[in-house]
């Protein structure tokens, strides 16, 4: 599934923004940026990489459009997915077909969350306690985009504790359908009678319960909520 650097857009510049988008794509590949996880800044790039802010911008929008980074208003640009799955699921997102990507955050979910309970570890369970916070914060400013947001990383961190890449890879690729889940169900504003308390499900990974974390990332998944 991975694309060719041959295959991704790029402008007819040329060679140097091609080449740049082979060491992004390589450092990628090979973990530096995961699945999920933030690249560093245009300036830090342009430092790191030896080329211009141009090239720079100019091989970033090329991943963009590929499906491989998503750049996020105000956060930054992230890794997304490393192949052009993403790119497929959000043309086939609508909303008469909100049912079938709940399922499937399901079918991802239940298992991300036994696994982690299993696998996770120290370093796993500080992300997910941070995670969680934001999660709280976000809910409590009101604001749906950020809480959508917040929301989609402490997912986002229990499949990371997982520590299945494919899975990662999979998961990152329907980010945008579980973006659109969670916002539907908030709706224009945060009501409390639409918050869910992930909490549970974090202590029962920490606890090391892999029964019962599958059954608290279950729960909130029964359509039509989908948060």
Not at 97 to 119: G, K, Y
């Amino acid at each position: 599934m991975t694309p060719a650097v041959d295959s991704v857009a790029v402008p007819p510049r040329g060679h140097r923004v091609r080449q740049t988008i082979a060491q992004l794509r390589a450092r990628i590949l090979g973990g530096e940026w995961p699945v999920g996880g933030r690249i560093p800044t245009e300036p830090q790039l342009v430092a790191a990489l030896g080329v211009g802010r141009n090239t720079v911008r100019e091989a970033v929008r090329a991943l963009v459009h590929a499906g491989v980074l998503e750049c996020r208003q105000g956060s930054g640009t992230y890794v997304v997915s490393t192949d052009e799955l993403a790119p497929v699921v959000a043309r086939r997102l609508t909303d008469d077909r909100m049912a079938e990507v709940v399922e499937v955050r399901r079918a991802f979910e239940v298992e991300a969350a036994r696994l982690a309970a299993l696998r996770r570890t120290p370093e796993d369970l500080a992300a997910l306690d941070g995670a969680l916070a934001d999660r709280e914060a976000a809910w409590r400013s009101g604001r749906v985009a950020d809480f959508v947001e917040a929301d989609a990383a402490l997912h986002t961190a229990v499949v990371a504790a997982a520590h299945n890449a494919m899975l990662a890879e999979l998961y990152a690729s329907v980010g945008v359908a579980l973006r659109s889940t969670v916002a539907q169900a908030m709706g224009d504003t945060l009501e409390p009678e639409r918050y869910v308390d992930h909490g549970r499900l974090v202590e029962a990974i920490r606890a090391g319960d892999p029964a019962r974390a599958a059954i608290e990332a279950g729960a909130f998944l029964e359509p039509p909520s989908g948060a």
